[in-house]
């Protein structure tokens, strides 16, 4: 860990199976690109290259590992960080349905060339 005084969360009990290697790196996202008045856009700019540094650094992140973080940075934000949070998750959610409806229709479209082609 750096020589910073780290979060209380990173105490909790929720995340203290997470390897310490990626308490350190999921704090410097928090710490670093805490919203200061940040747009979504400017947040989403921040988070793209952190994530481009985790995996230069060899991290990845389980779902449960995820959540557990979340759920014990929750524990410890005010109710401004919490909205914060939940407007960073919603806008996540969207993206991840429409990748899901983007890879759907892409899979449904290669099966009926497929089956175009097989006749």
Known sequence: MEDYAHPAWMDDELVK???PKKLDFL??????????????KEMLAYIVPM???AKLEHLSFTPQEIN???????????Q??????????????KQNQKQ???????QAHNQAQNQTQGK
């Open 80 to 93: 401004e960080e919490l909205k914060q949070i939940d407007r960073i998750l919603a806008q996540n959610q």
């Open 27 to 40: 704090s410097r996202l928090f710490t670093e690109g805490r919203g200061h008045g940040r747009s979504q």
């Open 17 to 19: 199976s997470i390897d």
């Open 51 to 53: 994530m481009r540094r």
């Open 100 to 106: 899901t409806q983007n890879q759907a229709q892409k």
């Open 68 to 78: 557990a973080a979340i759920n014990a940075i929750r524990k410890y934000s005010t």
